[in-house]
T-cell receptor, first 116, second 112 residues
Framework: DGGITQSPKYLFRKEGQNVTLSCEQN?????MYWYRQDPGQGLRLIYY???????QKGDIAEGYSVSREKKESFPLTVTSAQKNPTAFYLC???????????????FGDGTRLSIL | DQQVKQNSPSLSVQEGRISILNCDYT??????FLWYKKYPAEGPTFLIS?????DKNEDGRFTVFLNKSAKHLSLHIVPSQPGDSAVYFC???????????FGAGTTVTVRA
């Protein structure tokens, strides 16, 4: 079955530590995205990537970093510079040209990050 | 500044009745709109979409209506079922872009 795998499902971080969230997809999608969900605020875009070795900042990129060394993988690092990292993090992927198809962004099941 | 707004955080409806979810947008360049459904601790799943060249799109129990002049769209679920209890997100995008802008979501509770 094709899909997006996010791991771990729950993650705890001590203050001052960096932590990396994993996202892997086997849908052969070129584009990948990271969102953050906070209560009452919907999904906010952190970073996105259209192609390997290229990515752009979204609306709330401060305190986060990403890499896109492989088409299938788009890990997100939450750095110590992110002052309020507790949230639900969602990874998604899509074809670049998905409009009009039945394949808009597909989402993983998310990682809940908490600060100890 | 949030370009896609869902002003009703929650909606409670009796099983078998109609659920109507509303969404407003401010960016006049948006020309493609989607609805996603999300259960707790899971990722959103795509529900239905509509292009700005249409004013209605129907898929089974789900119908989306678009009013471009009012920059407003709505999702109708008829009849509502207990499995429809979830958070519904409205999203939008525009030509030459593949990113989505999401609203804050509306939590639907279907009562037996």
């Amino acid at each position: 079955d094709g899909g997006i795998t996010q791991s771990p499902k729950y993650l705890f971080r001590k203050e001052g530590q960096n932590v990396t969230l994993s996202c892997e997809q086997n849908l052969n999608h070129d584009a990948m995205y990271w969102y953050r969900q906070d209560p009452g605020q919907g999904l906010r875009l952190i970073y996105y990537s259209q192609i390997v070795n290229d990515f752009q900042k979204g609306d709330i990129a401060e305190g986060y970093s990403v890499s896109r060394e492989k088409k299938e993988s788009f890990p997100l690092t939450v750095t110590s510079a992110q002052k309020n990292p507790t949230a639900f993090y969602l990874c998604a992927s899509s074809p670049v040209f998905w409009r009009g198809s039945n394949q808009p962004q597909h989402f993983g099941d998310g990682t809940r990050l908490s600060i100890l | 500044d949030q370009q896609v707004k869902q002003n009703s955080p929650s909606l409670s409806v009796q099983e078998g009745r109609i659920s109507i979810l509303n969404c407003d947008y401010t960016n006049s360049m948006f020309d493609y709109f989607l609805w996603y459904k999300k259960y707790p601790a899971e990722g959103p799943t795509f529900l239905i979409s509509i292009s700005s060249i249409k004013d209605k799109n129907e898929d089974g129990r789900f119908t989306v209506f678009l009013n471009k002049s009012a920059k407003h769209l709505s999702l109708h679920i008829v009849p509502s079922q207990p499995g429809d209890s979830a958070v519904y997100f409205c999203a939008a995008t525009y030509s030459n872009d593949y990113k989505l802008s999401f609203g804050a979501g509306t939590t639907v509770t279907v009562r037996a």
